[in-house]
Antibody, heavy 117, light 107 residues
Framework: EVQLVESGGGLVQPGGSLRLSCAAS????????MHWVRQAPGKGLVWVSR????????TYADSVKGRFTISRDNAKNTLYLEMNSLRAEDTAVYYC??????????WGQGTLVTVSS | DIQMTQSPSAMSASVGDRVTITCRAS??????LAWFQQKPGKVPKRLIY???SLQSGVPSRFSGSGSGTEFTLTISSLQPEDFATYYC?????????FGPGTKVDIK
């Protein structure tokens, strides 16, 4: 059974940092591109970042470029999102998602990040 | 960036109705279009990929069509479990962009 399990969310003050993790199991993680997608409370889905299968290529939404870093450890079957200089508008549920035929084959359950003083 | 629009933004429908949702791209995206269903408090679920390919395990009442800039998601006979918000996603070019969503609720 495919599982993606996010962790690392929580309450952080503006300007602070968090690192999200996404532990993958049940599929060949090191063959898949992976994405982070977020959803602010009551709002729609917004793509954040993606990384290719070996970690050599990353892409970011303009809204997070320079502040967020996506990475992966294929030996640990884990995807990461390092988030720095957090702002109130980064408050959202963050999902990791795999890409096989298209983005969003499988999704994690999400982890809530709240940026507030 | 490619902008995605959806219409309608919300609709009320009855069980058994045929429902059509339209997604338009600001420029051509070939068939790099997926559809997702999200129920309140739940994780998005992909229904359609490559504009018209049905995801494994998704009921056949869901279908997708279109290419280029205009796409549709059709539910042939709406079921109680289909009341949800539906999003399209283009992944022809980066950044991938979601449509704003279409909320389907009970009439």
């Amino acid at each position: 059974e495919v599982q993606l399990v996010e962790s690392g969310g929580g309450l952080v003050q503006p300007g602070g940092s968090l690192r999200l993790s996404c532990a993958a199991s049940g599929f060949n993680f090191n063959s898949y591109w992976m994405h982070w997608v977020r959803q602010a409370p009551g709002k729609g889905l917004v793509w954040v970042s993606r990384i290719n299968s070996d970690g050599s290529t990353t892409t970011y939404a303009d809204s997070v470029k320079g502040r967020f870093t996506i990475s992966r450890d294929n030996a640990k079957n884990t995807l990461y999102l390092e988030m720095n200089s957090l702002r109130a508008e980064d408050t959202a549920v963050y999902y990791c998602a795999s890409q096989g035929l298209a983005p969003g084959d499988y999704w994690g359950q999400g982890t809530l990040v709240t940026v507030s003083s | 960036d490619i902008q995605m629009t959806q219409s309608p933004s919300a609709m009320s429908a009855s069980v058994g109705d045929r429902v059509t949702i339209t997604c338009r791209a600001s420029q051509g995206i070939s068939n790099y279009l997926a559809w997702f269903q999200q129920k309140p408090g739940k994780v998005p679920k992909r229904l359609i990929y490559a504009a018209s390919s049905l995801q494994s395990g998704v009921p056949s009442r869901f279908s997708g069509s279109g290419s280029g800039t205009e796409f549709t998601l059709t539910i042939s006979s709406l079921q109680p479990e289909d009341f949800a918000t539906y999003y399209c996603l283009q992944h022809n070019s980066y950044p991938p962009t979601f449509g704003p969503g279409t909320k389907v609720d009970i009439k």
